[in-house]
């Protein structure tokens, strides 16, 4: 009797532990949300980085990139062109190179350019965001093991965690989370059935 009721005690603190501890790191929220599961908390994280402008200014709903910390619409004329790569004559990498340019405060890595329309992201909820990305029909043709490589490997991706500095030289802001912190949730999520709360 006692020897049981000591495992219970045992297991409610293990089970109590466990929550708190993956719910502990969820930024300026100091509440634990213990009624989050482990892949929501993760996808939560994942949201929470794909919503932000470094990804967003790039994914927009129109024809122009955004830009700025209040991703306004894209100076000095610059549209999507064909495929993403602007006009012609006047192409992204025109201006941005395979590397960041802080002297100039361009942003750079390799094979810059505009996501295509049916990976627009701009105006829509994270659950609309989350099925788009999932859906190869608009995703580019992807599996989600692609998109899991793509999330976690991606040269534009990685990019937003070193975004270098803007034209008055000050450092453009970085997603909510770490890098390191950010595969782990992708993978986590993914590995845990990449599943989408409801709205
Ligand atoms: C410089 C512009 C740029 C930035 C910045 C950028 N992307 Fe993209 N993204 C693209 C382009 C272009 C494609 C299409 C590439 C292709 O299909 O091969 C794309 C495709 C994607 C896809 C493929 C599937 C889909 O439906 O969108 C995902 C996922 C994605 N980006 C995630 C991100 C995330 C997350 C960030 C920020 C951490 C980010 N992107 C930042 C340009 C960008
Ligand atoms: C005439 C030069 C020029 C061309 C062409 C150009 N850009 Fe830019 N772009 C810039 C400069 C300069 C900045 C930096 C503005 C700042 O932050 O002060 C910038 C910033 C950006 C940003 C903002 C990054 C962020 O998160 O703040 C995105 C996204 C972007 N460009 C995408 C594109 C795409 C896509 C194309 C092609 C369709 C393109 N640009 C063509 C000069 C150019």
């Given at each position: 009797?006692?020897?049981?009721?000591?495992?219970?005690i045992?297991?409610?603190?293990?089970?109590l532990?466990?929550?708190?501890?993956?719910t502990?790191?969820?930024?300026?929220?100091?509440?634990?949300?213990?009624?989050l599961?482990?892949d929501?908390?993760?996808?939560d994280?994942?949201?929470?980085?794909?919503?932000?402008?470094?990804?967003?200014n790039?994914?927009?709903?129109?024809?122009?990139?955004?830009?700025?910390e209040?991703?306004?619409?894209?100076?000095l004329?610059?549209?999507?062109?064909?495929?993403?790569?602007?006009l012609?004559?006047?192409?992204?990498?025109?201006?941005?190179?395979?590397?960041?340019?802080n002297?100039?405060?361009?942003?750079?890595?390799?094979?810059?350019?505009?996501?295509?329309?049916?990976?627009?992201?701009?105006?829509?909820?994270?659950?609309?965001?989350?099925?788009?990305?999932?859906?190869?029909?608009?995703?580019g043709?992807?599996?989600?093991?692609?998109?899991?490589?793509?999330?976690?490997?991606d040269e534009?991706?990685?990019?937003?965690?070193?975004?270098?500095?803007?034209?008055?030289?000050?450092?453009r802001?970085?997603?909510?989370?770490?890098?390191?912190?950010?595969?782990a949730?992708?993978?986590?999520?993914?590995?845990?059935?990449a599943?989408?709360p409801?709205?």
């Amino acid at each position: 009797m006692k020897r049981s009721a000591s495992k219970y005690i045992l297991l409610s603190c293990l089970i109590l532990g466990v929550s708190l501890g993956l719910t502990s790191f969820e930024g300026e929220d100091t509440i634990p949300k213990v009624e989050l599961s482990l892949d929501q908390s993760s996808f939560d994280k994942v949201m929470r980085v794909i919503t932000h402008k470094r990804c967003m200014n790039c994914h927009p709903s129109g024809n122009t990139p955004r830009q700025g910390e209040d991703s306004h619409l894209h100076h000095l004329g610059v549209q999507r062109g064909v495929d993403g790569n602007g006009l012609a004559g006047y192409t992204c990498n025109t201006c941005h190179q395979a590397e960041n340019n802080n002297f100039a405060g361009v942003p750079g890595a390799p094979h810059w350019a505009l996501a295509p329309n049916s990976m627009a992201w701009e105006g829509k909820s994270r659950v609309e965001i989350a099925k788009q990305i999932m859906d190869p029909a608009r995703n580019g043709g992807r599996s989600t093991d692609d998109i899991l490589k793509h999330l976690t490997e991606d040269e534009l991706v990685l990019w937003a965690w070193e975004p270098g500095v803007n034209g008055e030289g000050e450092a453009r802001e970085l997603p909510p989370i770490g890098k390191e912190e950010w595969i782990a949730a992708v993978k986590d999520w993914i590995a845990n059935g990449a599943l989408i709360p409801e709205e």
